[in-house]
């Protein structure tokens, strides 16, 4: 034993760490099967498609009316859930104050609830009956518009889930500026409101591009909630979420398929967008 | 004046516990101790960004233990500068003057005496991004000096400078201080610089602040005086 252990003392083992490309082609290969699945599935759905079918779909009235509801309805629920992610994302980067666990685990709900659900528990909420009248009406009444089978529908079901992404974005954002500046303006004259709008604001604007844009896409890719809160009704609700499902119920594979690859292009758009602003904060 | 009176501060299991100490107007007070003493915990008291558990801290005979930090014109430069990333030096040296609706010919005029005194004239119109630590440590100053504070904090800000750098800095603050008649507290590790500086000493060790001579300072090498250093070591740390 002694003896060994001076040995091993006095001369290194002899060692040698073999290939690493064992290890390399394994991740390579794991992680690339993914990849791969992606470009096949989108490669599979050009190849179903022709320039005439897409041009055609695209030409439909109901289909140009699912475009056209789609971009505004996306857009309003982006703007928004910015409006609201950006105060309650810094509310919860920056104050602990007692049930805060409370308010993190409630915004997390629509994240992971099935998207149906949520379609199911707006239709009941407006719905649920209150001193003989319900919110449906309450809404009707002060606000003049329908909501339920109505565009602010689409707009709500949309809303409820892509805020919460964009609370989760914002979070991080805030979490990641530092919090000695806005300290630093606060000893310097500034109100709480000052430090915000002069000094973390100004560092935040990509955090809300991105939160923009995540909330857009989940607003465009919300299907489950529009089809049980807002119906899927042709030139009125119909989203292109909707028409994609409405299209293939009735046996018409191409338009579905001309209309999945208007929303992939979208969706890649949207990435280009995080992508570029990514960029720009690394550079 | 800066008074601590029975200053308490707990954060987890750190305390200081019934603190008191006072640097008399217009004097250059520098504070020493070793590593999670509570330093940085005092200054950041004193500008009112730490709650404080107990006792009273008084600014030019005013209390203001509970005033906001806004209200407390206190100048602060703190360790990691926490310069503003979106602005520019000069808008540095002008937020606390739009902050208080200062007029445009104030700004001018605020603005091309500290640049002029600092040494940061060709430096206003860039980002922080970029700057040398010097440079950066003189925007710092430049930001907490820039709405004439009767009180100024300094947070180890000579830190990581090279030694020319450290000395040139040390004779302007030594000649703001004076010009201006500020009542400073500047922490440092360092006893060179505390030799250049200190109007006063003190020592913090074992969640106590304990005055010293300044004698104590000439005493030893530029290595951490063993007085200060057995201070420093104490049971809990």
């Not at chain 1, 009248?133 to 892509?162: I, K």
């Not at chain 2, 040390?170 to 500047?186: D, K, N, V």
């Amino acid at each position: 034993m002694m003896s060994e252990t001076r040995a091993a003392t006095s001369s290194p083992l002899r060692h040698k760490a073999g290939s690493d490309a064992p290890f390399l082609l394994a991740i390579g290969g794991l992680g690339g099967s993914y990849v791969l699945l992606i470009l096949l599935m989108l490669a599979a759905d050009l190849a179903f498609t022709s320039p005439t079918h897409f041009l055609a779909a695209l030409q439909k009235p109901e289909i140009q009316y699912a475009i056209r509801l789609t971009l505004i309805t996306c857009t309003i629920s982006a703007l928004l859930s910015i409006l609201v992610a950006t105060p309650l994302g810094y509310l919860l980067s920056r104050f602990s104050f007692r049930g805060r666990w409370l308010i993190d685990t409630v915004i997390d709900v629509p994240v992971v609830l099935p998207p149906l659900v949520i379609g199911l528990s707006l239709l009941i909420l407006f719905h649920l009956p209150l001193r003989g009248t319900n919110l449906e009406q309450l809404v009707e009444r002060y606000l003049g518009t329908r909501v339920t089978y109505a565009e602010p529908a689409v707009v709500l079901a949309q809303f409820a889930v892509a805020c919460a992404f964009a609370v989760q974005t914002m979070r991080v954002t805030f979490d990641q500026i530092d919090t000695r500046a806005e300290q630093v303006a606060l000893t310097l004259g500034c109100r709480r409101s000052q430090a915000f709008f002069q000094i973390v604001l100004p560092q935040a604007w990509r955090g809300m591009v991105a939160a923009l844009t995540i909330a857009w896409a989940r607003s465009l890719g919300e299907f489950g909630p529009i089809l049980v809160f807002a119906g899927a009704t042709r030139m009125r609700t119909e989203v292109l979420s909707t028409t994609v499902f409405l299209e293939l119920s009735v046996g018409q594979l191409e338009a579905a398929v001309a209309v999945s690859l208007l929303m992939v292009l979208a969706a890649i758009a949207v990435l280009g967008v995080v992508r570029l602003v990514g960029a720009r904060v690394n550079s | 004046m800066i008074e601590l009176r029975e200053l308490t501060i707990r954060s987890g299991s750190f305390v200081l516990d019934h603190v008191s100490a006072e640097v008399s107007a217009g004097v250059y007070a520098v504070l020493m101790g070793g590593t999670g003493q509570g330093k940085t915990t005092i200054l950041e008291a004193i500008c009112g960004l730490r709650p404080i558990a107990g006792g009273r801290i008084v600014v030019d005979g005013v209390d203001v233990t509970r005033w906001k930090p806004a209200d407390r014109s206190i100048g602060y430069v703190p360790q990691d500068l926490a310069l503003f990333p979106t602005m520019t030096v000069r808008e540095h040296l002008q937020f606390a003057l739009r902050i208080r609706r200062a007029s445009p010919t104030l700004l001018r005029e605020r603005v091309d005496e500290l640049s002029d005194v600092l040494g940061i004239g060709s430096l206003l119109d860039r980002r922080i991004r970029g700057l040398s630590g010097g440079e950066a440590q003189r925007v710092a100053l430049g930001r907490a000096l820039s709405f004439r504070p009767r009180v100024l904090l300094l947070d180890e800000p000579l830190n990581a400078l090279d030694e020319r750098t450290r000395d040139r800095l040390c004779e302007l603050l030594r000649t703001i201080q004076r010009a201006h008649g500020l009542t400073t507290l500047h922490i440092t590790h360092s006893r060179a610089e505390a030799r250049l500086l200190a109007d006063k000493l003190f020592v913090i060790a074992d969640g106590r602040v304990q005055e010293r001579p300044l004698s104590d300072l000439a005493l030893f090498g530029d290595e951490p005086s063993p007085l200060i250093a057995a201070a420093s070591t104490s049971p809990a740390s």
